[in-house]
T-cell receptor
């Protein structure tokens, strides 16, 4: 079945450094790739997404890149701040008639002051 | 204030008991979902509903049941047949399968512990 692998599972950086989280997906027909951020004790929230007809998308300090040939996509956070500390989930939407997302296992990011 | 409300936030259950988790949304979304979150396993889909009076099994539906009698409500029952029910349960909604946005709006979750 469809699968999304996410690495690393934990990531620790110093404030101001960049952080990169990578995901690979199995269904080559997947067409939508969102990233969700879940702060401790809170609900997951969409922070950025990208569609299969776009290679890169940027929103202030965060960016997502997509390589359809290799079936992987990445989240890049620059100039990290302590409030970026959270669990980040990537997801992929396989081809099909309904809005199903396959989630990665999550990356726990810790940004140290 | 629009959003998704889950209740209860914490729930304890004895083995052999069924429990029902509530999920209500006032976003006028057609589609609703239940996910289970376990440490190190991300979010796994239990059930989803694209429209009132219709729902489909997700990847881990065994031991769970749902109903969708109203657009706003999508309760999840964790039955005694679920072998490992202790988990964090997240309800979500989206505009619907016809929407290309795909964004899910999540509730704050319900943590179920089986004693």
């Amino acid at each position: 079945g469809e699968n999304v692998e996410q690495h690393p599972s934990t990531l620790s950086v110093q404030e101001g450094d960049s952080a990169v989280i990578k995901c690979t997906y199995s269904d080559s027909a997947s067409n939508y790739f969102p990233w969700y951020k879940q702060e401790l004790g809170k609900r997951p929230q969409l922070i950025i997404d990208i569609r299969s007809n776009v290679g890169e998308k940027k929103d202030q300090r965060i960016a997502v890149t997509l390589n359809k040939t290799a079936k992987h996509f990445s989240l890049h956070i620059t100039e990290t701040q302590p409030e970026d500390s959270a669990v980040y989930f990537c997801a992929a939407k396989p081809s099909g008639g309904y809005n199903k997302l396959i989630f990665g296992a999550g990356t726990r990011l810790a940004v140290h002051p | 204030d629009g959003g998704i409300t889950q209740s209860p936030k914490y729930l304890f259950r004895k083995e052999g008991q069924n429990v029902t988790l509530s999920c209500e949304q006032n976003l006028n979304h057609d589609a609703m979902y239940w996910y289970r979150q376990d440490p190190g396993q991300g979010l796994r889909l239990i059930y989803y509903s694209q429209i009132v009076n219709d729902f489909q099994k997700g990847d881990i539906a065994e031991g769970y049941s749902v109903s969708r009698e109203k657009k706003e409500s999508f309760p999840l029952t964790v039955t005694s047949a679920q072998k490992n029910p202790t988990a964090f349960y997240l309800c979500a909604s989206s505009m619907g399968s016809s929407s290309h946005t795909g964004e899910l709006f999540f509730g704050e979750g319900s943590r179920l512990t089986v004693l």
